[in-house]
């Protein structure tokens, strides 16, 4: 009864996701047979100097103990926002070194980064730009791993990749499900160390993923079941997470809350929300995770005064977010607002036990630049994906309600 009015049949629609995912608190250690099971046995790992540090790459290089599967390279200089430069760098690396397949250990970057370069290397080009855009590979990619370190991007199951090109001034995306890993590794290892402000940050980013397909125009009954798995476990896991980051069974759950957020936007898309937070963050340098945390609830208050169909579904997402006891006892003209409300809460919570941001002008955010974010807003791939059109003063709108 729940769910009835609710679940939504499209005329068409198209799900796909080719990731195989492995999860565990021993899951690491599968890597060698499953590279073998792909024909390969000399892989190169990218990273970045934090999760070095961190001490995250040697339980990778450990797991490899006792096996014929030999690391080829480690390249650990992967900067944050990567670039052409450095993926031609890491494709000659692997050249030398005779490796065969990749593996990326970190967030988002060091991701997009090992994308970039499996293309280099299956293209036989130094020249990425030729293949900015959507669909334009062809040819089987090389064996490639993701390790998340981070439980937020869901960039391990996505078939996208930005990267800089500082010749040309241009941020380069390519689409392609080519682009996806042949597996992803989810083990609590890798995520324990995230300091409490940026586990509760990816947390949200992940959470913002999950509603935001939840409500878009894409949305499909597949997307909607790995965004409600994805709701669920954040509401019952990221406070716990916050607090105690050595707790393996919430950091397992947030991880795979990650990357249920990721099966379900990377098919059904974002919203206004992610079209202001990627603004955010490119006029202002506010981490990603933080700008969607924030503007979250005022993107869901300006659908639900846009569209009674959206609010149907931001009605919906009560029942994931606060459970069915609450669901059943909020009327259902309140259940909008409860949602929101909610949402607050849970951003409340977190701000008290890690400090992070609850608004743009804490997060360092100056007024003079709200209207060069809002411009910058509807320029930007996600706002076509908005389930209601956003104007500019729309978009000054939220963001100024979020100030």
Excluded: W
Excluded at 26 to 50: N, Q, S, V, W, Y
């Amino acid at each position: 009864m729940l769910f009835k009015k609710n679940v939504v049949i499209p005329e068409y629609y198209e799900f796909f996701n080719s990731v195989k995912v492995i999860s565990g608190y021993k899951a690491l250690e599968t890597i060698p047979f499953e590279l073998g099971r792909l024909g390969a046995k000399r892989p190169i790992i990218i990273t970045d100097k934090g999760v070095s540090q961190a001490g995250l790459i040697k339980h990778v290089v450990d797991s490899f103990a006792g096996t014929d599967t030999v690391i080829g390279a480690i390249f650990d200089e992967t900067p944050q926002d990567s670039s052409n430069v450095v993926v031609n760098q890491i494709a000659a690396i692997y050249r030398a070194q005779n490796c065969d397949s990749i593996i990326a250990v970190g967030g988002g970057s060091a991701i997009d980064t090992a994308k970039g370069v499996n293309i280099v290397i299956t293209e036989n080009t130094d020249d990425l730009l030729k293949f900015m855009g959507n669909y334009r590979l062809n040819k089987p990619m090389k064996p490639f791993v993701v390790i998340p370190t981070t439980a937020g991007t869901g960039s391990e199951v996505t078939m996208v990749a930005v990267i800089a090109n500082p010749e040309k001034n241009v941020k380069m995306a390519f689409t392609s499900d080519l682009l996806l890993p042949k597996f992803t590794v989810l083990d609590p290892r890798m995520t324990a160390s995230m300091p409490p402000k940026i586990t509760a940050a990816t947390g949200m980013d992940a959470l913002t993923h999950a509603v935001e397909a939840y409500i878009g125009p894409q949305k499909n009954p597949i997307s909607d079941a790995f965004a409600a798995a994805a709701m669920e476990l954040i509401r019952n896991n990221i406070a716990a997470a916050v607090k105690d980051g050595a707790n393996k069974d919430v950091r397992l759950a947030m991880a795979n809350a990650a990357l249920l957020a990721g099966l379900a936007f990377s098919n059904s898309m974002v919203g206004i929300v992610h079209a202001t937070a990627h603004a955010t963050g490119g006029v202002c340098h506010v981490p990603h995770g933080i700008a969607n945390s924030i503007l979250l609830p005022y993107g869901l208050e300006f659908y639900v005064g846009k569209s009674p169909k959206v609010k149907e579904y931001i009605e919906s997402l009560l029942l994931h977010l606060a459970g069915p006891e609450v669901y059943v006892q909020t009327p259902p003209a309140e259940r909008a607002a409860k949602t929101i409300a909610t949402i607050r809460s849970m951003t409340a919570e977190l701000k008290k036990l890690s400090g992070l941001p609850v608004r743009l002008s804490e997060a360092g955010v100056t007024e003079d630049k709200l209207e060069r974010i809002a411009q910058t807003a509807l320029n930007d791939g996600a706002v076509a994906f908005s389930p209601v059109e956003v104007s500019l003063t729309e978009a000054l709108g939220v963001l100024k309600a979020a100030y």
